[in-house]
């Protein structure tokens, strides 16, 4: 990918001398962002939404979120805002109003530590399932916890081999099994079946807990009524991206757990707030970014969103194929994956790329202006071996 020069201003020499011209540094970084925004298509970020109206009005102070989202006091902060954005996606994904809880988050990592910590308090002696496609996050939480991870296969369009599961939970069957499913995988955006999987855990008689990590297609599936946390669904908790579908310019996100698997927290005298976050002090503004984004929005906007990138990622893979570059997609996904292109075309366009494989990903605000101009690079560089393509499931399994 093309950059522009760097700008000297990192050391620690630079930052002892004054004054810095402190605005050519930040207009450098400006456009070196802008100079690469239109070939940046590898990694899940929208960028059609306007949030200046929330940084202009709120930019300019510290909004501290510190404790629990139900508590009151404290200086400066959103939890009125953050409330109801945890409400609108615990909402959307139909869990139970009565047993729910959450907050948000810096990001899915976090929301994956917050739901695993608080499933592993619950069953100490869990063994933790996840695949080989799982988030690079997942096996970092694991070591964090001081847990036993158990690594599944993942079929070669990246969804879970729910036999492989069931083989790996028999031979473990008298410890409990906390199992992480993806909504979204980092390459090929595969969803895990949630019912399948429970339905090896009952079939194994085994307890536990059943999370799942997504980040990407959390609020997409939630929107079309694919995923769901319902009573009947088996779901203990669910970590999703904010700075992913809703483009907020600051990492963050939501995660959510059924209350009752909480265990009893402590109250902080100094801060006069329940310690029940992973991080204590929170981003407020994040939080009023997210409920900016849901306001102006509502469902019926972000479901037009989640059409218009699904017809895009749709586009992309008829115009790469008939280029001959053979890809393809899960119906549900906004990530296309093609054969990894040749250092030329990787140099220009920023694309995730895992040894023979590559993708684009065709977010919300990505345009058929870009998608056309990324195609013509490629037909322009050598044409491509295929590689095998797996047969995705018709529709997104995860209930």
């Not at 954005?85 to 994956?112: F, K, S």
Request: with cysteine; glycine share 8%; proline share 7%.
């Amino acid at each position: 990918m093309t950059h522009t020069p760097t700008l000297r201003i990192a050391t620690a020499a630079d930052l002892s001398r004054a004054p810095l011209d402190v605005t050519a540094v930040l207009d450098h970084l400006v456009r070196e962002a802008d100079a690469a925004a239109p070939t940046e298509i590898g990694f899940p970020g929208a960028v059609d939404l306007d949030h200046s109206e929330v940084v202009a009005r709120l930019g300019t102070r510290l909004w501290n979120n510190i404790g629990d989202p139900a508590d009151a006091g404290g200086t400066a902060h959103t939890r009125v805002l953050e409330r109801a954005v945890v409400a609108w996606v615990a909402d959307t994904l139909a869990m139970p109003p009565d047993d729910r809880w959450g907050y948000v988050t810096t990001g899915g990592t976090e929301g994956n530590l917050s739901a695993l910590h608080a499933a592993h308090r619950r069953h100490p002696t869990a063994r933790v399932y996840h695949s080989t496609a799982a988030h690079y996050s997942i096996p970092k939480t694991v070591a964090m916890l001081g847990a036993r991870g158990v690594v599944v296969d993942a079929r070669p369009d990246g969804e879970m081999d729910y036999a492989h599961l069931a083989a790996q939970i028999r031979r473990r069957r008298r410890w409990p099994a906390i199992v992480v499913a993806t909504a979204g995988t980092t390459m090929t955006e595969a969803v895990d079946d949630t019912t399948r999987i429970r339905a090896v855990l009952d079939e194994h008689g085994v307890d536990g807990h059943l999370h799942v990590d997504a980040a990407l297609s959390g609020i997409p599936l939630a929107l079309d009524g694919r995923l769901r946390l319902d009573t009947t669904s088996g779901v203990g908790s669910v970590a999703i991206s904010g700075h992913k579908f809703f483009g907020v310019p600051t990492p963050c996100g939501v995660v959510l757990v059924r209350d009752g698997i909480r265990r009893p927290v402590s109250h902080i005298t100094y801060t006069d707030t329940a310690d029940t976050t992973v991080t204590g002090s929170r981003c407020g503004l994040a939080a009023a970014l997210l409920w900016h984004a849901i306001a102006t929005h509502g469902r019926e906007g972000h479901r037009w969103r989640v059409s218009e990138a699904r017809r895009l990622a749709a586009y992309a893979t008829e115009q790469l194929t008939a280029a001959g570059w053979p890809a393809w997609r899960h119906p549900h996904a906004f990530t296309v994956v093609l054969p990894t292109p040749p250092e030329t075309v990787r140099r220009k366009w920023l694309l995730a790329s895992d040894g023979d494989t590559s993708h684009i990903i065709c977010m919300p605000g990505i345009t058929r202006g870009q998608v056309d101009a990324f195609v013509a690079d490629l037909t322009a560089a050598v044409t491509p071996r295929p590689i095998p393509r797996p047969r995705p499931a018709t529709t997104p399994a995860t209930h």
